[in-house]
């Protein structure tokens, strides 16, 4: 039965799918659906705006309307996972528009074969999962990032060392991101991985640079990004050598408490 009371509104103008209106809300009544927050149902929002005071745009407001009453023990059962199922996160179109930049998931069949003998034709097998692995193409709202392990690797990583793929993305679930924090814009970098971890929840991050000092703006600035989602996230900070060698003692794990 539909009642007239206070509920909130969002302006898909403003709104830059961030997701920390998502994470705000108790009763999980917002989404990301197509880069943008769309409220769930009327039933799960109880019109108290937790969202409001957390959205970085203003795009949500309250106004008073015809709604479905709110409903508590929907809101559990939906929490609980028992109803209504949350839609696929879709994610925007690129703005190149280059066909070979369409984001996919690479995760069937892309893991290296175990037997020996099944290397495929042209070299070593490829064990990345996703595409595309470049930090500014990667949709913020891309399905595989979802509470997958990330690894954010500097442009210059993968010829330091020979390896890469095996030491790193052989973890089933992991997610290859690459970037320049001296070449390319490090705080637009910043900016995207706090809205892409605040809404997708990486189980955990683990971040490859080389030795060079400029190239620790990548840890600096991942660091900054975790403490702008304000999300409990362990991230794994790995120093590669100019000639491939990754010392003992160069792993260094924290830990970011809201």
């Known amino acids: 039965m539909k009642v007239r009371r206070q509920m909130i509104s969002i302006d898909e103008e403003k709104c830059n799918g961030c997701g920390l209106c998502a994470r705000a809300c108790h009763e999980g009544a917002l989404r990301i659906v197509d880069g943008k927050a769309r409220l769930v149902s009327d039933i799960y929002c109880d019109g108290l705006g937790n969202c409001i005071g ?24 939906h929490l609980a996972g028992e109803t209504h199922q949350a839609p696929e996160v879709t994610p925007p179109p690129l703005p190149c528009g280059c066909p070979g930049t369409a984001a996919r998931s690479l995760r069937d069949g892309a893991k290296a074969p175990k037997t020996e003998g099944e290397v495929p034709k042209g070299g070593a097998p490829s ?6 692995v470049q930090l500014r193409l990667v949709p913020e709202g891309a399905p595989y990032l979802q509470g997958a392990r990330w690894v954010l690797a500097a442009d210059c990583v993968p010829f330091a060392l020979g390896d890469f793929h095996a030491r790193f993305l052989a973890e089933e679930g992991t997610v290859c991101l690459v970037g320049c924090p001296k070449l390319d814009d490090a705080g637009a970098y910043r900016d995207k991985l706090a809205r892409m971890i605040a809404v997708s929840h990486p189980r955990e991050i683990v971040v490859v640079r080389m030795e060079v000092p400029c190239c620790g703006g990548l840890s ?3 660091e900054d990004a975790v403490e702008e989602a304000r999300v409990d996230l362990p991230v794994t900070t790995v120093v590669v050598g100019l000639r491939g060698d990754v010392g003992p003692g160069e792993v260094t794990r924290y830990r970011f408490r809201q």
């Open 220 to 222: 600096r600035l991942l």
């Open 127 to 132: 064990l990345l999962e996703n595409w595309p």
């Open 54 to 77: 957390a959205c970085p745009q203003d795009a949500i407001t309250f106004e008073e309307r015809e709604a479905e009453a709110y409903d508590e023990e929907a809101v559990r059962r």
